[in-house]
C-alpha cells in the first residue's frame, strides 16, 4: 500500500495547468468541445454538481450556474434530460460525486459518446508535504471538513482525480468545466462579488479515502485523450460570482452559457469562448481571466466549426420551458440574454421557431409577449396564432428576439463601499438622493458602480500609471470588481457631499454609456451589416470583426478579401496607446443605412465619432447606400489615436434604417463651436444617448405597430437597427 500511495503521490505531483498553449492547439481543443457537444447520434451524458451550502463559506450562485448548464444542454445541444444528473448543496458530497461520476458517466460513456462534467464551488489547494511545490487544486465538497492540528485531513477531491476520472472515460468527446477558485487572497468579497475558494490558509491534506480512490483510478484504465479543463480562472486569480436583479450566478458560467446560446453553424469555438472570457473581463477587470487548459494536445488537424457543430436552428436568446393556460401563456427560459437586457425585458416581445428570412408581419412565427420576470425565467402571452400544420407550442421551442423593450427612466445604482463609516454613508446617501435617476444602496446590493475611499487593497490592484498612491483615502469612484475609475479621485479632506457633486458630470457620462451599451444586439438584428476594427499604425491590419449574425440566411459573412485584414484574437484585444485606429462599416443589406459611432474612453467620457459636416463621407447625417462602406474617421486619414489612461474602452457603431435626427438635434445643442472637431467630447452626453434610443424607437414604429403593441416605453424593432460593440484594453 505504501509503495501504492507513493507512486500515486508522486504522479499527484504533476502541474496540468500550462496556460501558454499555441492557437492551433487551442482552437483543437475548442473545437472538440462544440463538435462534441452537438453530435447529433451519440448519446449525450452530464454530471452537474453545484455547492451553495457551505458550514463556514456560503455562496448563492452555485446552484444557479447547474441550472443555466442544464437548460443550454438540453434546449440548445440536445441532450435527453434523463441523462443528465445534477448534484447541489447537501448531497454534493465528495463520495457522492465521485460515485455518480463512475456510475452516470464511466459505467454507461460509449466510444463516440458525448460527456460533460460542471463543478461549481469553493476551490482550495491541499498539500502533499511542506513544499510549495507539492501542492494540489482541490474542489471541496458540500461535506467539508475543517482540518485539526492533530489530523490535517480534508474531504476534498483532488482536480487531478477529476482528470483521471476523464481520462477513463470511453469517449474523447469530454469537457470539464470548473466554475470555482484555488487562491485565498485573505478576504470574502471583490467589490460586488464574492469569490468562490474556501476562505482559510491552505494547511489540509487529502483524506485516506480520496487517495484510495485516486489509487484505483490510476490501476484502471486511460485512455490517452487529451484533456480540454476550462477554468474560471487562472492558478493565481481568483473567481467569482455576482448578484443581478433577481438571480446570483457565477461570472464564468453565466458568460460562457450565454455565449454558446447565442452560437451558430459559422461561429468557432474561439469566438465563443473569446466572447464570454472578455465578457467576465470586461466586469471583473484582470482579476479573473477565463482559460482553456490543456492536458496534453493531440496532433489531430483542427475541426471545421461550420461542419461539426449540427445544430438544427440559429442562435437563440432562449427556450419555452412550458405551456400554461390551455396554450395562452408560456414559461420560457432566457439564458441567451445579457443581464442589462434581462432587467429590461418586461413587456419585450420574441419570436418562437421564426425563420431567418421572416418579417414581423408572417405568419411562419408565433410571437410571445413578456409580462413577467424571476430571475432568467418570465411568463410570456401568447400574440398571435400558430400555423396549424406547424402545430402547437412545446417545451423546447426556441425564441429569438423580435422587440425590445427599454424603460425611458432607466437610471444609475451606485453601492456605498462597507469601508465607509456610518456618517459618511448617510451624507453620501442624501447627496446621491439629490441627483436624478441615480440611487445609492448597500454595499451587498448590485450596482453598476461602487463609491468609497481609494483603499490600499485597491492600491495594489490599480495600474501603476495611476500613480495610485497620491489618491489613498481619498473618494473615488470605482468599478464592481474594486477598480478606481480614471479621474475620479478627488482631493484629500473633501466632504462626502462635495465629492458626490464632483462627480456628476462623469455618473452621466456612464448611465448615458449603459443607456447606449443596452442598444447592442449584434446576435439578434436583422439588418445586414459588419464592422472591423483595423489598426492603420504601427502596423495595418485588421484586429476584431463584428456582423448581425441573423441577418445572413446561411449565418455566414463574407471574409474580408485583404490578408492583411485577416486575424485571429482570443479574450480582449489590447491596443497599446499610441496606435492610430479606424473603423470600416459594410453595409451588405438591402436598404440605404445611417450610421452613428460613439466611443467611451477609460474614464467613461463619451465621444461622437462621425459627427461632421454634411458634405463629409461617413457624417452621422449621410445614408451609406446597400453595398457601400464607410470609415471612421474617413478614409486617408491617419486613424484616431489610443491615448487616455490604461484600463478598458468601448466603441459602439449603432446603425439604422432611418436618420438620427434627435441624435444631431442633440449633439448640435451643445457643440456649437466644436462641431468640426472629432472625435467631439460630449458635454451632455445623457441628452444625446436618450436621443438615440428615441431615433431607434421611431424608426421602429412600424413594427411594432403590426404586432398590435401599445407601449408608453420605448419598443426596438430587430429589424430595423443594428448596434455593435468594440471593447479593447487600452494598454
Known amino acids: 500500500m505504501g509503495l501504492k500511495r507513493r507512486e500515486f503521490l508522486q504522479q499527484a505531483g504533476r502541474v496540468l495547468a500550462a496556460i501558454g498553449i499555441s492557437e492551433a492547439g487551442w482552437l483543437r481543443l475548442g473545437s472538440r468541445y462544440l463538435e462534441a457537444l452537438a453530435q447529433p447520434t451519440a448519446r449525450k451524458l452530464a454530471l452537474l454538481v453545484g455547492v451553495d451550502q457551505y458550514p463556514d463559506s456560503p455562496l448563492h450562485g452555485c446552484v444557479t450556474d447547474v441550472e443555466l448548464q442544464r437548460e443550454l444542454l438540453v434546449y440548445r445541444f440536445g441532450f435527453a434530460p434523463s441523462d443528465i444528473l445534477t448534484l447541489t448543496d447537501a448531497g454534493a458530497t465528495r463520495d457522492n460525486i465521485e460515485t455518480a461520476f ?31 511545490a507539492k501542492m494540489q487544486n482541490s474542489l471541496v465538497p458540500a461535506d467539508d471538513v475543517v482540518p485539526l492540528l492533530e489530523n490535517r485531513s480534508v474531504n476534498d477531491i483532488l482536480e487531478e482525480t477529476v482528470l483521471q476520472l476523464v481520462r477513463s472515460l470511453a469517449t474523447e468527446n469530454t469537457i470539464a468545466i470548473l466554475d470555482t477558485s484555488h487562491t485565498y487572497p485573505g478576504f470574502l468579497k471583490n467589490g460586488n462579488f464574492r469569490i468562490r475558494s474556501r476562505p482559510r490558509p491552505t494547511i489540509g491534506q487529502p483524506s485516506l479515502a480520496e487517495l484510495t480512490f485516486a489509487e484505483g483510478l490510476h490501476a484502471g484504465k486511460n485512455n490517452g485523450s487529451a484533456i480540454a479543463l476550462l477554468s474560471a480562472a487562472a492558478n493565481s486569480q481568483i473567481a467569482g460570482e455576482q448578484e443581478w436583479n433577481g438571480f446570483t450566478a457565477g461570472l464564468f458560467t453565466y458568460a460562457l452559457t450565454q455565449s454558446l446560446w447565442l452560437a451558430t453553424p459559422a461561429s468557432s469555438f474561439s469566438v465563443s469562448f473569446s466572447r464570454a472570457a472578455g465578457t467576465v473581463e470586461q466586469i471583473a477587470g484582470l482579476s479573473q481571466q477565463p482559460q482553456i487548459r490543456p492536458d496534453n494536445l493531440t496532433t489531430a488537424p483542427a475541426l471545421n466549426f461550420a461542419t461539426s457543430l449540427m445544430l438544427n436552428s440559429a442562435a437563440a436568446d432562449g427556450a419555452v420551458t412550458a405551456v400554461e393556460d390551455g396554450g395562452k401563456t408560456v414559461q420560457l427560459w432566457l439564458g441567451g440574454l445579457s443581464a442589462g437586457v434581462l432587467d429590461c425585458c418586461g413587456g419585450s416581445v420574441f419570436a418562437v421557431d421564426a425563420k431567418e428570412g421572416d418579417s414581423l408581419g408572417d405568419s411562419n412565427a408565433s410571437r410571445l409577449l413578456v409580462r413577467s420576470r424571476t430571475g432568467l425565467s418570465a411568463k410570456a402571452q401568447i400574440l398571435d396564432k400558430l400555423d396549424r400544420t406547424k402545430g402547437q407550442l412545446t417545451a423546447g421551442d426556441l425564441v429569438r428576439e423580435e422587440i425590445r423593450v427599454l424603460p425611458r427612466n432607466i437610471g444609475l445604482t451606485v453601492a456605498l463601499d462597507s469601508g465607509l463609516e456610518r456618517i459618511e454613508r448617510v451624507d453620501a446617501t442624501s447627496a446621491f438622493a439629490t441627483v436624478p435617476q441615480v440611487s445609492a444602496v448597500g454595499s451587498e ?164 465619432m462621425n459627427y461632421q459636416a454634411e458634405s463629409d463621407a461617413g457624417a452621422m447625417s449621410m445614408a451609406i447606400a446597400p453595398g457601400d462602406n464607410l470609415s471612421v474617421p474617413a478614409a486617408g486619414a491617419l486613424g484616431l489615436a489610443v491615448s487616455g489612461a490604461l484600463g478598458l474602452a468601448e466603441t ?45 424607437h421611431v424608426a421602429s414604429i412600424p413594427g411594432v405597430q403590426k404586432l398590435g403593441i401599445s407601449t408608453d416605453d420605448l419598443a426596438l424593432d430587430v429589424n430595423v437597427w443594428a448596434t455593435l460593440s468594440f471593447v479593447y484594453r487600452v494598454v
Open 102 to 132: 463512475v456510475t452516470h458517466l464511466r459505467e454507461q460513456a460509449k466510444p463516440g459518446d458525448v460527456v460533460v462534467f460542471h463543478f461549481s464551488g469553493c476551490g482550495s489547494r491541499v498539500s502533499f508535504g511542506d513544499s510549495p
Open 445 to 608: 446590493q448590485p450596482a453598476d458602480f461602487r463609491f468609497g475611499r481609494v483603499s490600499e487593497t485597491i492600491v495594489a490592484q490599480t495600474p501603476a500609471a495611476y500613480e495610485p498612491a497620491l489618491y489613498q483615502g481619498r473618494y473615488g469612484l470605482f468599478s464592481v470588481s474594486q477598480m478606481l475609475i480614471p479621474d475620479t479621485q478627488g482631493d484629500g479632506g473633501e466632504a462626502v457631499k462635495v465629492a458626490v457633486q464632483r462627480l456628476i458630470p462623469q455618473l452621466k457620462a456612464l448611465q448615458a454609456g449603459k443607456l447606449l451599451r443596452l442598444t447592442v444586439n449584434e446576435t439578434s438584428s436583422r439588418l445586414k451589416v459588419r464592422a472591423v476594427l483595423a489598426t492603420l499604425a504601427p502596423q495595418a491590419r485588421v484586429m476584431v470583426q463584428r456582423e448581425s449574425v441573423r441577418a445572413s440566411g446561411d449565418y455566414r459573412l463574407e471574409p474580408l478579401s485583404a490578408p492583411s485584414e485577416k486575424s485571429s484574437n482570443l479574450g480582449i484585444l489590447s491596443l497599446p496607446i499610441g496606435s492610430r485606429i479606424q473603423y470600416r462599416l459594410y453595409n451588405e443589406s438591402d436598404r440605404p443605412v445611417y450610421a452613428a459611432v460613439f466611443s467611451s474612453d477609460t474614464a467613461g467620457r463619451l465621444l461622437a
Open 652 to 696: 459602439l457603431i449603432i446603425v439604422s434604417e432611418s436618420q438620427f435626427d434627435r441624435t444631431l438635434a442633440a449633439i448640435a445643442a451643445e457643440m456649437q463651436q466644436t462641431r468640426d472637431t472629432l472625435p467631439v467630447m460630449l458635454l451632455n452626453p445623457l441628452n444625446v444617448a436618450r436621443a438615440v434610443l428615441e431615433d431607434l
